[in-house]
């Protein structure tokens, strides 16, 4: 079973709603991850966080916005999302940003944009 | 060039068959690999780390080829559960942050 828990599992939204993800680890890792993936396709790297400061943003729409309120938390909060950003949400975690380290997924949210 | 490629599938292999697959990467700087599963329509799950020196797990034995920049995963003795995604995943230094860089997965389906 995966020590990282995500929320919702399934989440439908409307193009003016405003939503958030959520993820939780408790195996004291401080990197945490937001991985988006659309079907047949392999996960794509959105923002990293580490030591609950980001790291990484890859060029993401402002419409997705990452939090990370302490070392075990790390959140999505989601705002006038399009239809083409439906697809499966996945939080990873490591247990450092660096060479060698395993990563660790969450279950993930099924995200539709109506 | 992709940074990662894999042949994607789908491999479709009698039960009890050995079958391999290969995934090349184009940072000569990359500096530690892995393969992970994926069910669909679940999360990537990491099957094992590769190393230089090759690891085995079971039926499973990965390989690392740095001066032909490609790892492997050979399966041996498949069984019906090993049907899924198998992601090669590269990790190192880019522009001075480390990222993991995933193949787009090659598809294996074991058959009865």
């Known amino acids: 079973d995966t020590e990282v828990t995500q929320t919702p599992k399934h989440l439908v939204m409307g193009m003016t709603n405003k939503k958030s993800l959520k993820c939780e680890q408790h195996m004291g890792h401080r990197a945490m991850y937001w991985y988006k993936q659309k079907a047949k396709k392999p996960p794509e790297l959105m923002f990293v966080?580490?030591?609950?400061?980001?790291?990484i943003n890859e060029s993401v729409p402002s419409r997705f916005s990452p939090e990370c309120p302490n070392s075990s938390l790390l959140n999505l909060h989601l705002h006038a999302l399009q239809p083409e950003d439906s697809a499966l949400y996945l939080c990873?975690?490591?247990?450092?940003?660096?060479?060698?380290?395993?990563?660790?997924f969450g279950s993930g949210t099924q995200l539709s944009v109506l | 060039r992709k940074e990662v490629e894999q042949d994607p599938g789908p491999f479709n292999v009698p039960e009890g068959a050995t079958v391999a697959f290969n995934c090349t990467y184009s940072n000569s700087a990359s500096q530690s690999f892995f393969w992970y599963r994926q069910d669909c329509r679940k999360e990537p799950k990491l099957l094992m780390s590769v190393y230089s020196s090759g690891n085995e797990d079971g039926r499973f034995t990965a390989q690392l080829n740095r001066a032909s920049q490609y790892i492997s995963l050979l399966i041996r003795d498949s069984k019906l559960s090993d049907s899924a995604t198998y992601l090669c995943?590269?990790?190192?230094?880019?522009?001075?942050?480390?990222?993991?860089?995933f193949g787009t997965g090659t598809r294996l389906k074991v058959l009865a």
């Open positions: 966080y580490s030591y609950e400061k980001l790291s």
């Open positions: 990873a975690s490591s247990q450092l940003q660096g060479i060698g380290e395993k990563l660790f």
């Open positions: 995943v590269v990790n190192g230094a880019t522009s001075g942050t480390y990222k993991y860089i």
